[in-house]
């Protein structure tokens, strides 16, 4: 059975009342004082959030926000200007506020728009967006059950559905005309544990979190990434917690496991290979394609082109195909990650990673979902090769220092590892390591790659945007682990 | 000159009271809209050429209705940004709508109307002199304090840029018990980023800023890049230590977000969910006896309003001055109306309101009370120890009080500065550090809404090689 490419521009045109002559004229004044490209970004999105805490649905809220950001691009100059009226008065308005970074004779506009078409990585129709609420409502409802029948030491749950439908079109002076339809969904589950008896009768508390989601359909909440299944996961990490003790301090082995600990991958190479800090030779990367800068053992993607993910796309928000990029090849660097602009600048072929918040913020190259290919190590051969270190499964955020290179991420379930055994569950800890030198010490690679649940989110410069991460069981030969214990 | 906060928008103030009534007529027992209207603007000089220019506009408003049977309340809320009647009448109906799948709750509901109220002394919260500041006027600002710190240095080749930025906003708070209040607030900021390098190519990046309400308090754009350089250039050749136990001094930079995390143990809402580490801490002693804590979302500053500061919360109650910890002792939560009823309290005034949501709770100005020591004494006094200068990671657990962040600065040995350091860690616990602050700098200064002077800590763990 063949289903029809979705018509994701109708939206614009019939709702919206937008005409591809409007958005021709709106071109052709943002162009009237010279300039090498401009783009319009229309975006509509409409949100939804519901929230259960202490049994209770204590919150429930939708938001629409629509409108067009309008770009013109002179030489390495960006003129930018949004509007959330879409009328033309205004829209032209926008257009002549963009122009004004250049000053020149008015460029001549190309004849006609160049349609492309889309792949179809993610479901438009049966979009959580289009669920009945009581359906979404049945399911933080049931997070908070198994929550609390998880431990009686389980005193707080709280669980939060949300999603949002996001449409955009880009129409740009170089004929791309393209659109696409965005479904987002995810769950989260946040618990406290309190036991009276823990830390030898002193009592202790403690946090575990949970949450996944992607742009899925409803039917994604059901079979193994049910509400209960994050329920569960978010009591046992705060129930393991109770007994934590101190995490280590200082440089040692680390084994971390598959999925969600590839943030390990986003900040140690993927911001640095962003084509823009690249550009500006701002990254510790810059100039480094070609050479050495990981383990033989390390090959390192970015595919915006898995579907149903989190961080997948069909297009970028410039209208350009997503596709795979090869970052790290048997420890080579291979590639950045880029946008119009900058593979323009650079000579470099354009990645479509031009990726923007909203309509506000003008795009700049970003990841999609970044992870590790699988190696040939078996996890437990991989864990029984350590004699003392640390063994990290799941992570908070992390962060980067572009320039030099420092990087960290932040540990939130982790074991120490002694005699080759994962032993007792330590306390949450900052890990610390430098981009283009940490990779060289990674000495075994699983055949486990798991990506992350899809809960992932990315800043950059002020800009959100959802992205997935993943490998396998890695182990660093050295890394600094920021406990106080011994 | 500042611009008394009643400028009257009589088109926003209409749309929140049309709101507010189809709300009501569509069976809301009470109803509270919120308008937003805002400039921004903002462009980035790079290597001397402009590289960025954004400048726009935009709006939204927010609805929040209560469906009230008696004893409880049930809640729901919506945004958007589009103005046009069919839009305002489906924010309605889709409020309405949610609210009634949401569950009744004694604890929900808008304050009671005696308890709502503004500060109405002007606050010097909106300077016209922002938006009236020609393009290329912001341009060149950018241009000098980038252009000032690329020449500081031979070292120093390449920028991230400098920027200028300003926006401006108006804000409308109306609800169905009679509150209605407005304020406009203006902003301005530039920064340098230099990036300087070392023989061996290695790189480092630093950045200074300037920001105020009004363009006449903005500092000397090249004294901002020289900062910038200076503070750059400062972190070239930097090297790992060793793990070891040591003082610990803290920049202001870094220990405003160290006191930050003292209002955000004490936030109501993680309080009575047991959720913080001050939970059932009222009264205790939590620091040491030196330190003073306060949240104050009054604060005017040689006649500017401070960038925490407001006429009213979230929810339309005056904003006031609380002391959170005084001489150590926990004396106050900070909450809003719902935390507040929770914890059988009063509000602090500290509820703040998105577009959407219910409110959550947001600091004023929040600052420790400034010592006597110059921030030499206190690296002065230390043999051999960090002086931290940049933080980065999210290892801060409110719940259980862990702290580990990754940090660089400069090594101390014999109450100097003596090398710049990075790639390591430093840990510990809230509840002990705040108890370890043996020193507080006289270097009390505002750069944004929370300000701590320098400070030494005791004790803390620095993993490295």
Redesign the interface.
Known sequence: MTIPAPDHKRYFIEKLGLSERLMERCLGEALSAGGDYADLYFESVTST?LGIDES????????????CGIRVVSG?????????DLSSDRLLR?AR?AA??ASGPAKELMSGFRHTETPSLYPVAGATSDAE??AK?ALIQRADKAARAYDSRI??VRAGFNDELRRILVAASDGTFASDTQPLARLNVFV?A?DGSANGGSG????GTSGGGGRVTMDFFEGDKSPEHYAREAARTAIL?LGAIE?P???MPVVLGPGWPGVLLHEAVGHGLEADFNR???S?FAGLIGQQVASPKVTVVDNGLMPGRRGSINMDDEGNATQETVLIENGVLKGFLSDKLNSRLMGMPNTGSGRRESY?H?PMPRMTNTYMLNGEDMPEDIIKSVKRGLYAVNF?????????G?????ASEAYLIEDGKVTRPV????L???GPEALKYVSMVGNDLALDEGIGTCGKAGQSVPVGVGMPTVKLDRM?????GQ | MSQPASTVSSDLQQLASEVLSKALKAGATDAEAVVYEGDEFSTLVRLGQVETLKESGSRAVGLRVFLNSGKAQRTASTSSSDFSNESIARLVEGAITLAKITSEDPFAGLPEAHEFGKIEEDQHLYFDDVNAMPPAERIEIARRAEAAAMAYDTRIQNSGGGDFDTSTSHKILMNSRGFTGEYRRSYCGFSAAPIAHDEKGNMQRNYWFSNSRTVTKLENPEEIGHEAARRTLKRLGARQVKTQKVPVVFSPEIARGIIGNIFDAANGDAIYRNASFFSGMLGEQVAGENITVIDDGTLVHDGIGGFGTRPFDGEGLPTRRTVLVERGILKNYVSNTYTARKLNMKSTGNASRGLAGNPGIGAGNFFLEAGTLTPDQIIGDVKSGLYVTETMGFGVNLVTGDYSQGASGLWIENGELAYPVEEITIAGNLKDMYKNIVAIGNDLIFRGASAAPTMRIEGMTIAGA
């Open positions: 959030s209770l649905v204590k919150s429930a809220s939708q938001g629409i926000s629509v409108g390495e100059r960006t003129g930018y200007a949004y509007t959330d926008a506020t004004l970074i609420i009581a409502l005193t707080q406290i309190q202790g508390t403690a946090r917690q995490a301090a200082g440089e500006k030779k701002t510790a506000h003008i908070g955020g992390g962060q980067v220092d572009i320039t030099n420092k990087f960290v991420f932040s306390k949450g800890a900052t610390i390591g430098n600094t682990v920021g406990g106080t």
